[in-house]
C-alpha cells in the first residue's frame, strides 16, 4: 500500500513539473537575442503588435512591477551593455543591442511600474514618429541607428498627412491591435514572472 501511494505521488510530481517546463517555453519571445531572452525570462509579458508595413517586424511589450525606469536600465545594462544608449527624456530612454530597440517608458496604468518594448529596427523604422524620440538622441544618430541618413525628415513628412504614425505604446498600441491592416500576434493576457523570476 506505501509503495503504490509512493508512486503515485511520484507520478503526480512529475506531471505537474511537465507541466510547469511547458507553459514556460511556450512563453518564449520571437527575437533571436539575448537582451530580449533576458527581459522575456524576467519581466511580465503584456502584449505584440505587428508593423503597419510589414507584420514580421514586431514589437513585444512587458511591465515591470515596483520597478522604477532607472532600475530598469540598471538591470538591462547589468545583463549587456548596448551598444547605443539614449538620454532619459520626458520618462523614458531607448536601449540600442544591434538591431533591436529596447524602450524603457513609465507604466501610464500603474505609475510604480514601468513598461519595457522590444521592437525590431524595422518596426521603429517603419512606425515610430520622429517627435517620440525628441530628447533621447540627435538627429544623425537616429539616422544611423536606423541605416538612412535622412529618416527623420522623411517620416515628419510622412507622418503630417497620416494619423497611425506610431507614438509608443500606451499612445499608439490599441489602434495598432486594431487595425485592419495587423493583428496580435500573442494574447495580451499577463503571463507569469515578474521581476526577478527566473534569476
Known sequence: ????????LISFTLMLT???????TSGSTTF???IAAFINDHYT???VISSQDNTSDL???YI???QTIDQVVVELKGYQEPTNISEKHDMKQVLVYDDLFVIVTEDENDTNNSAIEVASQGFVRDNYQPSFFNGLFAVWMLNNLLGSDNWVNKRQNECQYREDCYGGY???GGYYKNSDNTRSIRSSTVRGGGP???K
Not at 18 to 24: I, Y
Open 59 to 61: 514589437s513585444e511589450i
Open 196 to 198: 526577478g523570476s527566473g
Open 32 to 34: 533571436n537575442h539575448g
Open 45 to 47: 509579458f503584456y502584449d
Open 18 to 24: 511537465a507541466c510547469g517546463s511547458g507553459t514556460q
Open 64 to 66: 515591470a512591477e515596483d
Open 170 to 172: 500606451y499612445a499608439s
Open 1 to 8: 500500500m506505501k509503495k503504490s501511494l509512493f508512486f503515485v
